[in-house]
C-alpha cells in the first residue's frame, strides 16, 4: 500500500468518453484520485454525486479530481450520464493502476472472502507525491474531508 510520501504512480488510462488520460497532464498541480468498488451502486454513487457537487470548490483550490474502478468505458459513460457526475472516471479493466495503488485486497462479505477495490482516496501534490492516503473510505462526507485536505496543500 502507498504511503504519505510515495511518488504517485503514473497512468494512461481510457475514460468514459474513451479519451486517454496520462497522468504527465497533471503535472505541476494537485489531484485527487480515488478509487471505488463499482459504477451504479449505493455507495459509489454517493461518493461520485458529493465529489460532482464540489467540484468548483476543487477547481478553485486548483485542484482535479480523478475516479477510478475497474468497470468498462461504456459503464462509466452510463454512470456518469445516468447522475450527471462530473468527475472523470478512468477505466483501469485490467487493473494495473488499482494494483500499483494497492487497492486491489482480499476482502470479506457475508462471511465470503474476495479480491476487490477498497474504497480508497489519495491527494497528490504538485510534485507528484502523495500528500493523503487515505484505504477504506466512508463515503458520505468523504468529499467534503478530501476538499479541506487539498485546501491544506
Same mark, same amino acid.
Given at each position: #500500500? ?11 488510462? &481510457? ?6 488520460a ?6 505541476? /498541480? &494537485? ?5 471505488? &468498488?463499482?459504477?451504479?451502486? &449505493?455507495?459509489?454513487? #454517493? ?7 464540489? #467540484? ?23 454512470? /456518469? ?6 468527475v /472523470?472516471?478512468?477505466?483501469d479493466?485490467?487493473?494495473? %493502476? ?14 465470503? /472472502?474476495k #479480491? ?15 500528500r ?9 462526507g ?6 479541506? %485536505?487539498?485546501?491544506?496543500?
Amino acid at each position: #500500500m502507498l504511503q504519505v510520501g510515495d511518488k504517485a504512480p503514473t497512468f494512461n488510462l &481510457p475514460d468514459a468518453d474513451m479519451a486517454m488520460a496520462d497522468s504527465s497532464e497533471y503535472d505541476s /498541480r &494537485p489531484y485527487v484520485i480515488y478509487f471505488y &468498488p463499482k459504477d451504479d451502486t &449505493p455507495g459509489c454513487t #454517493m461518493e461520485g454525486l458529493e465529489f460532482t457537487e464540489l #467540484m468548483s470548490d476543487f477547481e478553485a483550490a486548483g485542484a482535479a479530481v480523478i475516479g477510478v474502478s475497474k468497470d468498462t468505458c461504456t459503464s462509466h459513460g452510463a454512470f /456518469r450520464d445516468k447522475y450527471g457526475i462530473n468527475v /472523470r472516471l478512468l477505466a483501469d479493466v485490467e487493473g494495473q %493502476l488499482c494494483d500499483d495503488y494497492g487497492v486491489w485486497q482480499e476482502k470479506e462479505k457475508n462471511g465470503e /472472502r474476495k #479480491m476487490g477495490i477498497v474504497r480508497s482516496t489519495f491527494v497528490v501534490d504538485a510534485t507528484g507525491t502523495i500528500r493523503h492516503a487515505i484505504y477504506d473510505v466512508k463515503p458520505k462526507g468523504h468529499a467534503e474531508q478530501v476538499l479541506e %485536505l487539498v485546501r491544506g496543500l
